[in-house]
């Protein structure tokens, strides 16, 4: 009896704290999207009154509409940020996975007193504010700044870069913000790696770079996968390092909810974005993962 | 080491003396106001004055304040939002009225100012002006000469003539990110009303703007300051005391950097920030009393001389330096004035078109 009520809320937290801190705010979020704008506070109709009772509940559902909806298939602008969104979170999971596989491998491999104190150093960034750290990079990267500096010192280019406020500044700065969350997972999983596996594969005429692409990188693609979804995610819906870095041109989702949150104020058609970006993003995540048991099905 | 020791004390005995008026209730009043905007020895020696505590907290965009204050219990006393919002703020209920009788300092305003703010604030029962300021060309003295050959600014012309902005294309443009300032700019350039809430006019606005689109690195209301001052750009669409503030950085750091403001000859406009009481304010005895420190005439002009802001309180004009009350980009001539112009706010309907054309403009497609 004990162990079962003890089973019960183990699996009964998680799912408790997936209701009143998700689907509670996606459920507001979604009454909102269906509601109107008004001059009032909060800025739309109907509002919820609770003193109102049952009446009250049906008439506020009489006053909710799809309009908002509507309204986003009309404008090519949210379609646009949200296809721009997944570009550049995909190129950068991409250029995150191309410099931290190295860098996973590396710790992997070095001797094993040295791992801590690396994974130290991956972990050290987190102790600065996030936001400073991103401020630091528009003093690196400005036509003023270290990097075109040194560039020029170096000889390689006569006149200073533009680099800040371009995509490419947004592609450094989640790079370098987001990696970690892909180096960790790559060095978990090939940590594991064993060994004995290199050995026989070389055994068996392997060159080395052959034993990486069919041994290594195979037994490391759930860190990969891991990896990929933790920056793929975060970066889609970015707000800070677009804003700062990006320029006026750097069309991303999470700036398009921004202006329509607070320079617009439409607080209804800003929640319709919300709702339709996390519906975009959860369904691809469903297909991939549906598709990766039934891999895993036929393994077996 | 010393230092750090003394710091630590300070710290430690300012934490127990904040323990300790905590227990007895302490009288405060929760200040929002726009970052950058206030002598900080003016909250101190309010709070010498009437032993009543000032939590001041800073903003530095309208659109931000006025989330806050539409989202409902915002915790603030006083708040400063600019004309057009406070009208619609007015509008939404977020405010109640000022009262007169504990504002015993309110015959300093200058009707100059009052008779303007009316527009957005009939009778000016809601607010008083705390300062006002215009929105004009901010630019880098030498990097223009060096590139349009002319000594200083003095027409929109340099903004809104595609030709003449393309040559300042390498040395860096920006504009406001504020649609409601920089729409109007364009419409005042084209000759049409700055205050249309036309949808064809607006339309005008966005090709002219479109056309120049290309010259502009970014659209942002605070980094200019910072980026004039450097060097980094040499040209901006700002707020007249941010671009003296820029100025005098520049001075300060001593880099071979002269900026300077310009008010075009075609006009600007002319926006005022005004400081009100939310309606759900906790403390509102101590908000007047707040409000009514503010108006008095040598606080006034104390601000005044450090933010480098022209303010509504006609007799702190007596007491103001002269770099300050004899700077014609701070307080321009008559002449100037008949030019300036102001807004009203846009309804609902129509500030979807100008959201959505600003976007348009921002994206550069």
Partial sequence: ?300 | MKKLGNGLLTSVVALGMAFSTQASAEEVVNVFNWSDYIDEEILAEFEKETGIKVVYDVFDSNDVLETKLLAGSSGYDVVVPSGTFLSRQIQAGVFQKLDQTKLTNNANLWDVVTERVEKYDPGNAYSINYMWGTTGIGYNVDMIKERLGVERIDSWDVVFNPEKLAKLKDCGVYLLDASDEIIPAALNYLGKNPDSHDKADIKAAEDLLMTIRPYVQKFHSSENISALANGDICLSVGWSGDILQSRDRAAEADNGVTVEYAIPNEGALMWFDQMAIPADAGNVDNAHKFINYILRDDVMAKASNYVYYANGNLPSQKLLEEDVIGDPAIYPDSGTMQKLYTLTPYEPKIQRVVTRAWSKIKSGS
Avoid: H
Avoid at chain 1, 19 to 40: E, N, Q, R, T, W
Avoid at chain 1, 214 to 233: C, D, E, N, R
């Fill in chain 1, 1 to 300: 009896m004990d162990r079962k009520f003890g089973r019960f809320l183990l699996i009964g937290l998680p799912y408790f704290w997936l209701l009143v801190l998700f689907l509670v705010p996606f459920g507001i979020v979604f009454k909102i999207s269906l509601s109107d704008v008004a001059i009032a506070i909060p800025p739309y109709t109907p509002t919820f009154d609770l003193s109102a009772g049952w009446e009250g509940l049906k008439s506020l559902i009489s006053g909710l509409d799809f309009e908002n909806y509507i309204w986003l298939t009309e404008d090519d602008i949210y379609w646009k940020s949200y296809l721009s969104s997944l570009r550049i979170a995909g190129i950068s999971t991409i250029l995150t996975l191309l410099v931290g596989y190295p860098l996973a491998y590396s710790m992997a491999k070095a001797p094993s007193e040295w791992r801590p104190t690396l994974l130290m150093l991956i972990i050290l960034p987190f102790w600065t504010s996030f936001l400073i750290r991103v401020y630091a990079w528009i003093g690196i990267l400005k036509t003023e700044g270290l990097l075109n500096q040194l560039l020029m010192f170096v000889g390689v280019v006569d006149e200073p870069l533009q680099i800040l406020n371009t995509d490419t500044a947004v592609y450094i700065g989640i790079v370098y913000s987001y990696l970690p969350f892909m180096v960790l997972p790559l060095y978990s999983a090939l940590e594991k790696l064993d060994g004995s596996l290199l050995e026989a594969a070389q055994d068996l005429g392997c060159t080395s770079i052959e034993a990486f692409w069919k041994v290594t990188f195979p037994l490391s693609m759930p860190g990969v996968i891991a990896g990929s979804f933790l920056v793929f995610i975060p970066a889609i819906g970015e707000f800070v390092i677009p804003d700062l870095l990006g320029g006026s041109d750097t069309k991303m989702i999470g700036k398009t909810l921004w202006a329509e949150f607070f320079s617009n104020r439409d607080w209804p058609v800003a929640s319709a974005v919300a709702v339709l970006l996390l519906l975009l993003l959860i369904i691809p995540i469903v297909l991939f993962q549906n598709q990766q048991e039934r891999a895993q099905e036929a393994e077996k």
